[in-house]
């Protein structure tokens, strides 16, 4: 199975930025789809952004004009640029990763904190 390593969450203030990686272990080129999901205190898990095959990339309505999601085929990497972060923003952040339209597979989760 695919292992998936993310890095940079951290403590942000409002209105700061920060850029989320998630590296798969095996080429994504041809990856049905991978993103992003969040996760706060006491609420469900929700999707943040998606890139997948044969679509444009998706956003959550409160993240549009603030994220943006983009891979590198050749790191297998996927990246979401975070900026103005709000404190509603603070979360877990999962990495998404779907090969085939089959298992969902996720990441160990990074934590995202802005500070009001």
């Known amino acids: 199975q695919v292992q998936l390593v993310e890095s940079g969450g951290g403590l942000v203030q409002a209105g700061g930025s920060l850029r989320l990686s998630c590296t798969a272990s095996?080429?994504?080129?041809?990856?049905?789809?991978m993103g992003w999901y969040r996760q706060a205190p006491g609420k469900e898990r929700e999707m943040v952004a998606l890139?997948?095959?044969?679509?444009?990339?998706t956003y959550a309505e409160s993240v549009k004009g603030r994220f943006t999601i983009s891979r590198d085929t050749g790191k297998n990497t996927v990246y979401l640029q975070m900026n103005n972060l709000k404190p509603e923003d603070t979360a877990v952040y999962y990495c998404y990763y779907n090969e085939n339209r089959g298992v969902d597979v996720w990441g160990q989760g990074t934590q995202v904190t802005v500070s009001s």
């Open positions: 095996r080429n994504i080129f041809r990856v049905y789809a």
């Open positions: 890139i997948r095959v044969g679509y444009s990339s």
